[in-house]
């Protein structure tokens, strides 16, 4: 077994926010949060990273940091569709094999993390793979917010295949706070193939139900598999969360 053989990352990025208008330029010690998220993902040396963007803007200030930018479609229902349209511009030929999606909202994401989500793809019979924590704050069991995955991670292993994604509690832990849950965590790596599939698909059942899209991949028959992480990367929704991210990459900070 072997990893795709030439990645690609890209970071979808727009500017329609609610909570906190503008997102990707926030100002973050004189830089746009757009540009902290893509310098981490050029630290994981992956592959190559662009940043795909549903306005101008954000192109402007990548491009003026040395980064790769490329506008796309407005318009796309997902991140995604937003990447795949992308990966379409800058790879017309298909050279790059597999995709690895990192998040916008992720200035404080550790390169490792980036890495950690490329791997489950050694495993040919992976399609997409992603990335888990254990859930440590015993509120964020019950949290609609959260979103859980069932994967059965055997002991000494910290890759298993994804059976389910939920924002309710599962598996069931009949109360017992020991037994571990699992936070998912937004990150995505595509086989090449897996991604133009996937964003082919119509929306699906329980994709609906539960708004979380890599459900509509497992009713497909695609395989996830989960790589199990230390932390959960801390995103950035709000303008408090902006605060807290100042401080957390302040200048002389750990």
Request: charged residues 25%; negative net charge.
């Amino acid at each position: 077994m072997s990893l795709p053989r030439n990645p690609i990352v890209v970071i979808p990025s727009r500017m329609a926010s609610t909570r906190l208008p503008d997102k990707p330029l926030a100002q973050i010690h004189g830089e746009a949060m757009i540009v902290h998220c893509w310098r981490r993902a050029e630290e994981a040396e992956i592959g190559p990273v662009i940043v795909a963007c549903a306005e101008a803007e954000i192109a402007e200030v990548v491009e003026a940091a040395g980064g790769k930018a490329v506008l796309t479609d407005p318009e796309h229902p997902s991140g995604s569709d937003r990447i795949f349209d992308a990966l379409q511009q800058v790879d017309p030929e298909e050279k790059h094999d597999a995709v690895i999606n990192v998040q916008g909202d992720l200035p404080t994401i550790e390169p490792d993390a980036v890495r950690a989500v490329f791997q489950p793809l050694e495993d040919p019979a992976v399609d997409i793979s992603t990335l888990a924590a254990r859930i440590s704050d015993p509120r964020e069991r019950s949290e609609s917010s959260v979103v859980k995955v069932a994967a059965p991670f055997a002991p000494g292993k910290h890759i298993a295949r994804a059976l389910y994604f939920s924002r309710a509690p599962i598996p069931w832990d009949g109360g017992n706070e020991n037994l571990p849950l699992y936070h998912h965590i937004g990150l995505y790596g595509f086989r090449r193939a897996a991604l133009a599939r996937f964003v082919s698909l119509p929306s699906s059942i329980l994709e609906e139900r539960e708004h979380l899209e890599q459900l509509r991949a497992l009713e497909a028959g695609m395989r996830i598999d989960v790589a199990r992480v230390d932390t959960v990367p801390f995103g950035v929704d709000t303008p408090a969360d902006l605060i807290r991210a100042r401080e957390l990459l302040a200048p002389g900070k750990d």
